[in-house]
């Protein structure tokens, strides 16, 4: 069983950054794709970034210029440097982990407070 551990979450004000970390307790080099979520109260989990295994990655448009994902599979360790903070923002956020063939695991989540 993998297990994923976030942390890095706080309360921030806007315009403010923060730094994402998602420990793997199994090897991501092996791991077709990684990503972030988040859901906000009364809201649909939705992706925020993904990142392949040949390093390609995608971002939800809100996020798009303000946040990066990255992975580290010497720490089996995935990012999400996030800056300009926005209130909007605010949200637990998850990550995840996708191996072949359809196994998917997901951490406990990390909250993220955005203050206007």
């Known amino acids: 069983q993998v297990q994923l551990v976030e942390s890095g979450g706080g309360l921030v004000q806007a315009g403010g950054s923060l730094r994402l970390s998602c420990a793997v307790s199994g090897s991501i080099a092996s791991a077709n794709a990684m990503g972030w979520y988040r859901q906000a109260p009364g809201k649909q989990r939705e992706l925020v970034a993904g990142?392949?295994?040949?390093?390609?990655?995608n971002y939800a448009d809100s996020v798009k210029g303000r946040f990066t994902i990255s992975r580290d599979n010497t720490k089996n360790t995935v990012y999400l440097q996030m800056n300009s903070l926005k209130p909007e923002d605010t949200a637990v956020y998850y990550c995840s982990v996708n191996y072949f063939p359809g196994k998917v695991y997901w951490g406990q989540g990390t909250q993220v407070t955005v203050s206007s």
């Open positions: 990142i392949t295994s040949s390093g390609r990655t």
